[in-house]
């Protein structure tokens, strides 16, 4: 892809079509605001650059019929999601639909070249499979604090050797085409606002809960990552003063009490001291205690189970209350890999959430879990490259 569009309302006309799928140039015309005339010089400019092209004759509304245009139905984004365990890679079209989808465990403490080698190696599969012949441009979400302009680590407290990596950099090297980088949290918020529970909502949180905790926070339809781009980073609000220590270097913080980390180690715990029989027997069974080994035992009713889910979804709503209290929202979606744990966690949440934030905040607040799970992240990523790319040059 070498074409960009050359002004906004181009820019407009290509997001629209992203978002909704072909359509008229009458229905286009009743979405933005421009002359019949000057709407049609604008489509006609972006055929020529073959970002989008005709697609048959509209239905009749009338009169003369219209004719649909699309986005070009070559078009190929390339979404990468790396998590603190596992890479997710996706292939989508230009209107963000998944087209083929992999994913693998693999450790972000390996570092930033082990770890885009298996993302890459997994790109390979994907072209292979023939859903692309190349990628015109790749989206790429990390589980850190990332300084958005040039797409760089900052500090990441669970990504050792990944501070400062340049990370688009390398990626549009490697990958021959535009690549632009965010915290994965962002992207998993753009990708419930794309095609999950947030679609028709302009103001809400999405809120992560995996190994580590952190929330994106949309404002008017579009990401807020504060001035620094750190915005989002709960996980190390404190929750108890003086409380244990965090990987931040800091003590008390919500990780340091919840998240698949500290979760895994209160039930290995449990387990090794023989409070929770349950989950001894299961880690016997799977050699470790994660999320899911929880979610079972406090499916099969072990009090220990349930408890650790109760206390970490009443810690986890302390503090999305006090969000909810500052920005209210219109929508707190919950998401990650712990969200396993399912209903008993969401209730937690909830509960405290109600309980603690003024009435005015939460009469009409939908507290949710994300439809798309694994695939939010790699199709916000697609999403944060497709607004880079359809944006004027």
Same mark, same amino acid.
């Given at each position: 892809?070498?074409?960009?569009?050359?002004?906004?309302?181009?820019?407009?006309?290509?997001?629209?079509?992203?978002?909704?799928?072909?359509?008229s140039?009458?229905q286009?015309?009743?979405?933005?605001?421009?002359?019949?005339?000057k709407?049609?010089?604008?489509?006609?400019?972006?055929?020529?650059?073959?970002?989008?092209? *005709?697609? &048959?004759?509209?239905?009749?509304?009338?009169?003369?019929?219209?004719?649909?245009?699309?986005?070009a139905p070559?078009?190929?984004?390339?979404?990468?999601?790396?998590?603190?365990?596992?890479?997710?890679v996706?292939?989508?079209n230009?209107?963000?639909?998944?087209?083929?989808h992999?994913?693998?465990?693999?450790?972000?403490?390996?570092?930033?070249? *082990?770890?885009?080698?298996?993302?890459?190696?997994?790109?390979?599969?994907?072209?292979?499979?023939?859903?692309?012949?190349?990628?015109?441009?790749?989206?790429i979400?990390?589980?850190?604090p990332v300084?958005?302009p040039?797409?760089?680590?900052?500090?990441?407290?669970?990504?050792?050797?990944?501070d400062?990596?340049?990370?688009?950099?390398?990626?549009?090297?490697?990958?021959? =085409?535009?690549?632009m980088?965010?915290?994965?949290?962002?992207?998993?918020?753009?990708?419930?606002?794309?095609?999950?529970?947030?679609?028709?909502?302009?103001?809400?949180?999405f809120?992560?809960?995996?190994?580590?905790? &952190?929330?994106?926070?949309?404002?008017?339809?579009?990401?807020?990552?504060?001035?620094?781009g750190?915005?989002?980073?709960?996980?190390?609000?404190?929750?108890?003063?003086?409380?244990?220590?965090?990987?931040?270097?800091?003590?008390? =913080?919500?990780?340091?009490?919840?998240?698949?980390?500290?979760?895994?180690?209160?039930?290995?715990?449990?387990?090794?001291?023989?409070?929770?029989?349950?989950?001894?027997?299961?880690? *016997?069974?799977?050699?470790?205690?994660?999320?899911?080994?929880?979610?079972?035992? *406090?499916?099969?009713?072990?009090?220990?189970?349930l408890?650790?889910?109760?206390?970490?979804?009443?810690?986890?709503?302390?503090?999305?209350?006090?969000?909810?209290?500052?920005?209210?929202?219109?929508?707190?979606?919950?998401?990650?890999?712990?969200?396993?744990?399912?209903?008993?966690?969401?209730?937690?949440?909830?509960?405290?959430?109600?309980?603690?934030?003024?009435?005015?905040?939460?009469?009409?607040?939908?507290?949710?879990?994300?439809?798309l799970?694994?695939?939010?992240?790699?199709?916000?990523?697609?999403?944060?490259?497709?607004?880079?790319?359809?944006?004027?040059?």
């Open positions: 892809m070498t074409a960009r569009p050359a002004n906004a309302h181009q820019a407009r006309l290509l997001r629209l079509l992203r978002d909704h799928g072909p359509n140039r009458a286009l015309g009743d979405q933005v605001d421009l002359s019949r005339s709407l049609a010089v604008e489509v006609d400019r972006l055929l020529e650059t073959g970002l989008v092209v *005709a697609d &048959g004759l509209a239905a009749s509304r009338g009169g003369r019929r219209s004719h649909n245009v699309r986005l070559a078009l190929r984004f390339l979404g990468i999601d790396i998590g603190a365990t596992s890479v997710d996706a292939v989508t230009a209107e963000l639909e998944v087209l083929g992999l994913t693998q465990p693999m450790d972000v403490r390996e570092g930033p070249v *082990a770890v885009f080698e298996q993302a890459l190696a997994l790109a390979g599969k994907l072209k292979a499979s023939g859903v692309a012949e190349g990628f015109d441009g790749a989206g979400g990390v589980p850190g300084r958005f040039e797409g760089v680590p900052v500090a990441p407290p669970i990504m050792p050797g990944w400062g990596f340049p990370v688009r950099e390398a990626l549009s090297q490697e990958l021959g =085409c535009p690549v980088v965010d915290n994965d949290v962002n992207l998993m918020a753009m990708g419930e606002q794309h095609a999950g529970v947030a679609r028709t909502v302009r103001d809400f949180l809120v992560k809960i995996g190994t580590g905790i &952190g929330c994106g926070i949309v404002v008017g339809g579009e990401v807020y990552r504060g001035t620094t750190s915005a989002g980073d709960i996980g190390h609000i404190q929750v108890e003063p003086d409380g244990r220590p965090c990987a931040c270097g800091n003590r008390g =913080c919500l990780e340091a009490y919840f998240g698949g980390a500290s979760l895994a180690r209160d039930a290995e715990a449990a387990a090794r001291e023989g409070t929770s029989p349950e989950l001894a027997a299961r880690r *016997a069974a799977a050699g470790t205690l994660g999320a899911p080994e929880v979610a079972a035992a *406090a499916a099969a009713g072990d009090p220990v189970a408890d650790l889910i109760r206390t970490g979804g009443s810690r986890t709503g302390q503090v999305i209350a006090g969000l909810v209290s500052f920005f209210n929202p219109g929508l707190v979606v919950i998401g990650g890999g712990v969200t396993g744990l399912g209903h008993t966690l969401l209730a937690a949440i909830r509960t405290q959430v109600y309980r603690q934030s003024l009435p005015l905040a939460t009469n009409n607040l939908p507290i949710v879990l994300g439809e799970g694994q695939a939010a992240g790699v199709t916000g990523a697609a999403r944060l490259i497709s607004d880079h790319l359809f944006s004027p040059a």
